[in-house]
């Protein structure tokens, strides 16, 4: 399952998940992708289809390993990765070295067990302003589900995750 990011930063009013199918789309990548999100319709932990969510690896867009499988993010430990593997957007570039993204920062609505909060996720990603709060994580912490809250108004990474893992019938 492969966790990309958007290719540029969002603040708390998004329509992520059709960003996240779109840019899939434009990269040419043929899995669905949704965002890594709570929502007001969907926790977090349930976004991938329960039957890949113990037995695939969750990797960056090069393959290379973040999570052993999509549950282990939510074990309750903050979703620890190895911040040495990089997180690319669907466009190829490091979130975490390129200046496209200032803050490196994530954001994701809910708690380290991938649970939505529902008084900080930006009023379900509608709002944008400095009195909503939405819960983010910044990624130099190695956490994808650290507990910080910040206004909407910040413009944050936001993730994709490929929520059904479809094999390549050339491959």
């Not at 958007?6 to 899995?31: I, V």
Request: with cysteine.
């Amino acid at each position: 399952l492969h966790l990309v990011a958007l290719n540029f930063p969002l603040s708390g009013d998004m329509r992520a998940d059709f960003q996240c199918f779109r840019q899939a789309q434009l990269a040419g990548l043929t899995s669905t992708y949704r965002a890594f999100l709570s929502s007001h319709l969907q926790d977090l932990a349930t976004v991938v289809r329960k039957s890949d969510r113990h037995h695939l690896p969750v990797v960056n867009l090069q393959g290379e390993t973040l999570f052993s499988n999509w549950e282990s993010i939510f074990d309750g430990n903050g979703g620890q990765f190895n911040i040495h593997v990089p997180i690319y957007s669907f466009d190829g570039r490091n979130v975490m070295t390129d200046s496209s993204w200032p803050q490196k920062i994530i954001w994701h609505g809910s708690t380290a067990n991938g649970i939505r909060l529902v008084s900080n996720y930006c009023e379900a990603w509608h709002k944008a302003d400095m009195g909503a709060m939405g819960q983010a994580s910044p990624l130099n912490t190695g956490k994808l589900l650290d507990q910080k809250v910040y206004s909407c108004n910040n413009q944050f990474i936001v993730l994709c995750i490929e929520n059904s893992f479809v094999s390549d019938p050339q491959g």
